[in-house]
């Protein structure tokens, strides 16, 4: 997966005002100052796509990107602590719930969690409501650059530990580190492979509705309503591998 294009699309308050569900598309969220922004740069090759705060819930919005002019990034406000009122923070949340449950072009969910911490009981709340809700995610532990290597496998494996029962097959975990761009060809990846089987999924449904059409009608045939235009399709049709 090559990075040819990363355009700010815009910023949602809520499901309501995204975009048109036409494209797919991939969402990273974590525990507010994982790192969330800066990895989001790093991955689409432009440091200021995303804003980074030293202020943890800097986010409030649901921002989307246009990478490639086929699929989008979304960058999702930040669960934990976040500057403002509780009415406002409730709002967000509650926006971002609605998102991961009802967005319909909703490919694959990245949830970050922090590499140097002991698995924190926040961010095991956040993955067992999305096992629950049968939201499409990997697991992304972020800033490896921080901490040694054993302390990291540690934390993940203690993490895998906590959230087993959960699952008859657990999440994919991958790793990754702003400061050194480690993990960044691994997640390009992992959106690469679901594209193309997206697309070629794409493909065949075309080909078979080609066939499927009706000969030509002859001079004086009135059309039938089968054979006229078809509202355009909402979204993609997703290939799920979960």
């Known amino acids: ?3 040819e294009s990363a355009i700010f699309h815009c910023s949602a308050p809520d499901l309501n005002s995204c975009p ?4 797919p ?8 100052n994982v790192g969330k922004s800066s990895l989001l740069n790093v991955l689409a090759g432009e440091q200021g796509l995303a804003r980074v705060s030293p202020k943890p819930g800097f986010t ?3 921002n989307i990107f246009t990478i490639n002019k086929n699929w989008r990034l979304v960058d999702l406000p930040g669960y934990g602590f976040a500057e403002g009122a509780r009415k406002e923070s409730a709002r967000f949340n509650q926006a971002v719930s609605h998102y991961l449950k009802k967005r319909t072009n909703l490919c694959l969910v990245f949830a970050l969690i922090e590499s140097g911490l002991s698995p924190q009981e926040i961010d095991l709340a ?5 096992a629950r809700n049968q939201v499409p995610f990997v697991l ?4 490896t650059d921080k901490v040694l290597e054993a302390v990291v496998q540690t934390n993940i494996e203690a993490f895998k530990q906590a959230i087993s029962a959960w699952f008859v097959q657990p999440p994919a975990i991958f790793t990754c580190s702003s400061e050194t761009g480690h993990g960044r060809r691994d997640l390009l990846n992992v959106i690469g492979e679901m594209m193309t089987a997206i697309e070629a999924d794409q493909a065949k449904q075309e080909q ?4 499927a059409k009706p000969a030509a009608p002859t001079i004086g045939d009135v059309p039938s309503l089968s054979t006229r235009s078809k509202p355009r399709k909402k979204g993609p049709d997703l290939i799920r591998p979960w």
């Open 1 to 3: 997966m090559q990075i």
């Open 20 to 23: 048109d569900e036409s494209l």
């Open 25 to 32: 598309e991939f969402a990273f969220i974590g525990r507010s």
């Open 60 to 62: 409030k919005m649901i």
């Open 126 to 130: 956040f993955v067992e409501w999305l």
């Open 140 to 143: 992304v532990f972020t800033k």
């Open 208 to 211: 078979a509705e080609e066939a």
